[in-house]
């Protein structure tokens, strides 16, 4: 396999690859991403044989940078020697239909043969726990399901994802499937957040929308948390994610607020927050956020003898918002566990 970055800046143009000259796949990456028709159109005239596939940032990561200051692009080419890819994609327009959206993006991808699947989604209107449902539902059990969703920097405003005509567009979802037994993936997942204050009721919520805690208005409570930062949300929610757990559960699941209802009283989250779960509020510690992905990065460590050669990093942009300008210290962490030869 081959990789190569090369990264766009509306200052200097593409810097041109050296290496791969016939990649399988592309993964393209931009905060302004529905501005850059242009720049991705030069990469499918340059590579019309590549599958192409993105989404909207906040912030894009190139080598150990973290690529904010201007507009951009980063371009991952990969050049596989036997496996195989196979990109689809389905219409997201509303939450309630997160589930299905996931089924059907599964049922469109050939199974035989397939060893991995990236999601990448619409980043505003979506219940990430549903589609991923959705998927599991339609997929065969041993298969390695990752990805996250697009994001445009904390503005809430409009998501982009690469469609089949390799144009940004918004509501949906797309995923590639990675086909062939020489590929070896690993994938790792860890927090860093530090719960605070008391254990609380879930008692009224329908899939990823909470709308009470403790019988109480739930964006009551949760500004009555935040204070003065309260005004403004839903950005600032980013960095006071919500732990869940059921009764039995001793570590519980982060989930992120993507915006809030004012009318409803309510609070839109990332994923499902289920009725009758218990929930705290978390709040960043910087070293603990920055030892989580060095956790992460050790949960995908290659069995003794093999050297990894690519590293897809997915973080929130609540972590971003926290860790300010110590963010390439996730990175570098990453790089000191997984080595430093791997793109």
């Excluded at 609070?267 to 705290?280: Q, T």
């Amino acid at each position: 396999m081959k990789v190569e970055q090369i990264l766009w800046r509306s200052t200097d143009g593409w810097a041109k690859p050296m290496t791969v000259t016939r990649p399988t796949l592309i993964l393209v990456f931009g905060e302004q991403f529905g501005a850059q028709l242009e720049q991705i159109a030069e990469l499918r005239t340059a590579y019309p044989e590549s599958c192409i596939a993105g989404c909207s940032t906040a912030g894009e990561v190139y080598g150990i940078e973290v690529i904010e200051d201007s507009p951009s692009l980063v371009a991952t080419l990969i050049e596989f020697e036997s496996t195989s890819v196979q990109s689809c994609q389905t219409e997201l327009s509303t939450v309630e239909d997160s589930f299905a959206a996931g089924g059907r993006l599964a049922s469109q991808l050939p199974h035989e043969g397939l060893s991995y699947v990236l999601v990448l989604s619409e980043g505003l209107s979506v219940n990430g726990s549903e589609l991923v449902r959705g998927m599991l539902d339609v997929l065969p059990s041993d298969i390695i399901v990752t990805g996250g969703l697009s994001a445009d920097r904390a503005r809430f405003s409009e998501t982009y994802v690469l469609n089949k005509e390799n144009s940004p567009s918004r509501h949906i979802v797309s995923c590639v499937g990675f086909y062939g037994s020489s590929l070896t993936i690993r994938c790792g997942s860890y927090g860093g957040w530090q719960p605070f204050g008391p254990l609380r009721r879930i008692t009224k919520s329908t899939g990823n929308i909470v709308y009470e805690i403790d019988g109480n208005n739930a964006l009551d409570v949760y500004k009555k948390y935040l204070g003065e930062k309260a005004t403004e949300l839903p950005q600032t929610g980013l960095n006071f994610p919500f732990c869940v757990y059921d009764d039995t559960d001793e570590v519980g699941v982060v989930r992120t607020i993507l915006g809030i209802d004012k009318e409803a009283g309510s609070l839109i989250f990332a994923g499902d927050v289920p009725e009758g779960m218990m929930a705290r509020l978390m709040h960043a510690n910087l070293n603990r956020l920055v030892d989580g992905a060095a956790e992460a990065a050790k949960q995908c460590l290659p069995e003794a003898g093999k050297e990894p050669q690519l590293a897809l990093l997915i973080s929130c942009v609540g972590r971003k918002l926290v860790l300010r300008q110590r963010v390439e210290e996730e990175i570098e962490a990453v790089e000191e566990i997984l080595g430093s030869n791997l793109i």
